[in-house]
């Protein structure tokens, strides 16, 4: 497969980083949206989409990604999103290493009942906005592409 030249119409700031794998994620539609990601230095950011290809063909469909620093509020703050999340609804947005490679763990879900703790605390129309918030004084760092 030939490489893309990562200098055109770039909407991403910063270098390109070594992303070893996600840890979980917070949005997906075939395929991660936003979540944290693990560099392979160990050093865990926050990703979201800045730009994606969905190409006909298979090969050429890819997702670029920006990665932030997160301030220490907004990551605490996510930290307790997700153990919440973890806690009432399951674990099915973590990715685990299986033979060697990272997989989501697909169906890991808790009880029904116990979902609308978390969609009580963490409500789906706040979402957006405290995506939007966790980001406004996150430092974008760099940038990478699956």
Known sequence: MKKRDHSLANPVVGPPLEVDHWVYHSG???GPLS???ELTDGRQLWAAVAEEC???SPCAFYRRYQLYVLSPFAALQEAERHADFRRW???HA???KVAGEWRRRI???HNQGLWQRYYDKWSWRDAHR????MLVNAE???WFER
């Open 89 to 91: 609804v399951g674990t």
């Open 35 to 37: 979540g944290m990601v």
């Open 130 to 133: 405290r995506h939007e918030g």
């Open 107 to 109: 169906g890991s879900t």
């Open 28 to 30: 997906f539609y075939d």
């Open 94 to 96: 973590d990715f685990y």
């Open 140 to 142: 974008p760092v760099g």
């Open 54 to 56: 969905g190409c006909p």
